[in-house]
T-cell receptor
């Protein structure tokens, strides 16, 4: 079966940097999505990329390493409002999204 | 109103009830989705409609019945549910399905409790 693994919970300090890892076992790879979901709210789109390497978007960066089946989301200059769950999703060879269970990120002052 | 809306936001129903969830998107998208979200589990894709045609039914029990009358509206009809069906039901839309790179826009969800 297809599977996405990401840590259940992480804690970081305001102003610091945190890396949320995501490993995938899917039938093919057609792209990586990251979504942010605040408690009690809908997921909102953060980023999409398909090529290997690091793609930066403001304080957030997304890395793909297809040869290793490994991705991460890097958040810099953490703010309290970044406390949320971060969902990793991979598009497989049929363009179906395979979702991870999400990483709950707790930011402490 | 913009984006994706869902009603009701909260629903409590008995196992013998029949109810419907409604979703509407104001984004001009051609694909709509129903997901089930349970605590600490990945989003479970239930149904996909692409240009009003159902393209995905991920082994969902028949007590869940989708309806897509047009590309802006999506319903999920519920009947004789089980307590394990209690979850957050999310509707989403995207420009299209079955092709790469289109982000999905989610509604706020319906929190369903089956008693």
């Amino acid at each position: 079966g297809q599977n996405i693994d990401q840590p259940t919970e992480m804690t970081a300090t305001e102003g610091a940097i945190v890396q949320i890892n995501c490993t995938y076992q899917t039938s093919g790879f057609n792209g990586l999505f990251w979504y942010q979901q605040h408690a009690g709210e809908a997921p909102t789109f953060l980023s999409y990329n398909v090529l290997d390497g690091l793609e930066e978007k403001g304080r957030f960066s997304s890395l793909i390493s297809r040869s290793n089946g490994y991705c991460y989301l890097l958040l810099k200059e953490l703010q309290m409002k970044d406390s949320a769950s971060y969902l990793c999703a991979v598009e497989d060879s049929n363009y179906q999204l395979i979702w991870g269970a999400g990483t709950k990120l707790i930011i402490k002052p | 109103e913009t984006g994706v809306t869902q009603t009701p936001r909260h629903l409590v129903m008995g196992m013998t009830n029949k109810k419907s969830l409604k979703c509407e998107q104001h984004l001009g998208h051609n694909a709509m989705y129903w997901y089930k979200q349970s605590a600490k589990k990945p989003l479970e894709l239930m149904f996909v409609y692409n240009f009003k045609e159902q393209t995905e039914n991920n082994s969902v029990p028949s007590r869940f019945s989708p309806e897509c009358p047009n590309s802006s509206h999506l319903f999920l009809h519920l009947h004789t549910l089980q307590p394990e069906d209690s979850a957050l039901y999310l509707c989403a839309s995207s420009q299209a399905a079955g092709t790469g790179g289109y982000e999905q826009y989610f509604g706020p969800g319906t929190r369903l409790t089956v008693t």
